[in-house]
């Protein structure tokens, strides 16, 4: 069994100020990791699909690394695997992290294979600087047919933008160039087992072709759930979570995972039989 824990869209910034003057994101990751830590030991990498800070600078980059350093103690036993979105500046992320060596390969671009037990993460740079929305280029295209071609062994794509509409309008206008072309890639390709991806600050499931997709919820604000046309750009203070995809070796099921505590867990059954009241 292989466990993947996916976070996406920390968004933080320098100083532990607050995004759009009243989320704090600094704390809202500095939770998610506590809980990621404590409840998932068994966990065999971490990965993080982008949107890692807000504006992009060394010192997002440096608040950034302090508040994972629980995680990145374990790395590389427990790898943490990094992806920018488009609030990040590839460069700046390079440097805050140079004993990553995932981050330093694809030239330009961001992009790199890593070997999770059976799993073959490809991730993806979907980021164009200084847009919103994302792209799938004919290059990065390219680079990820070639490693599609160099082995068949089971597969999971990461990237920050989805490569599909989800409904909500002006999530939609920040969305991926090249998502036809990406979606006849991924067709051709029968291993690839999901599609992971950030960005929307949500749970959506669809399928890309044949394969399952799914976007991952923020450990801080999430994007409103409207599907009125034309409906406004807002966000929500719904409970923050993450996802976790486990690999049995046939198949690859997801959970997502609140941060938040609830009351419970409490038993079904006392002294063998159903607890009904």
Known sequence: MTLLVQLSDLHIKAGRRLAYGRVDTAAFLEACVARVVARHPDADAVVITGDLVDHGTPQDYALLRELLQPLLREHPRRP???????????????????????????????????????????????????????????????????????????????????????????????????????????????QVQAILCGHLHRTIHTRVGRTPASTCPSPAHQVALDLRAGGPDCYVMEPPGYQLHRWDGRRLVTHTALVDDFAGPFPFREAGRLIDG
């Open 80 to 190: 943490v695997y990094l992806l920018p979105g488009n609030h990040d500046e590839r460069r700046a992320l390079r440097e805050a992290f140079p004993e990553h060596p995932h981050l330093q390969s694809g030239g330009s671009f961001i992009q790199y294979e890593a070997a999770v037990g059976p799993l073959r993460l490809l991730a993806l740079d979907t980021v164009v600087p200084g847009e919103g929305g994302g792209s799938l280029c004919a290059e990065r295209l390219a680079w990820l047919s070639e490693r599609l071609a160099a082995s068949d062994w089971p597969a999971v794509l990461l990237m920050h933008h989805p490569p599909f509409d989800t409904g909500i309008g002006h999530m939609d206008r920040l969305g991926l160039q090249g998502a036809r072309a990406f979606e006849a890639v991924v067709s051709s390709h029968p």
